[in-house]
């Protein structure tokens, strides 16, 4: 069982920054693909970004060039850095990872809003 933690939301100008953290209580090289979602309210869940174990990077077309998705080897935590923030940003962000074993975890989620 790994148990995710976020932190970070809040509300923010429309422009600003915000930089998510997903603090996992297992060592992050049990983990092949860490992410991050998204979901709006009356809409589904979205990918925004994920990242994996050998290093590569993905991102949904809406936020590329703005958000960047990180590892912390040392600290287990995952970061979701977001630049220059649009009210459609607006969401419940999730972090998620998949285990080497295949195992799927989600976070509680934390609240972003972007005001214009």
């Known amino acids: 069982q790994v148990h995710l933690v976020e932190s970070g939301g809040g509300l923010v100008q429309a422009g600003g920054s915000l930089r998510l953290s997903c603090a996992a209580s297992?060592?992050?090289?049990?983990?092949?693909?860490t992410g991050w979602h998204r979901q709006a309210p009356g809409k589904q869940r979205e990918l925004v970004a994920t990242s994996t174990s050998d290093g590569s990077s993905n991102y949904a077309d809406s936020v590329k060039g703005r958000f960047t998705i990180s590892r912390d080897n040392a600290e287990n935590t995952v970061y979701l850095q977001m630049n220059s923030l649009k009210p459609e940003d607006t969401a419940v962000y999730y972090c998620n990872v998949v285990t080497f074993l295949g195992h799927n975890y989600w976070g509680q989620g934390t609240q972003v809003t972007v005001s214009s």
């Open positions: 297992t060592s992050i090289f049990s983990i092949s693909t």
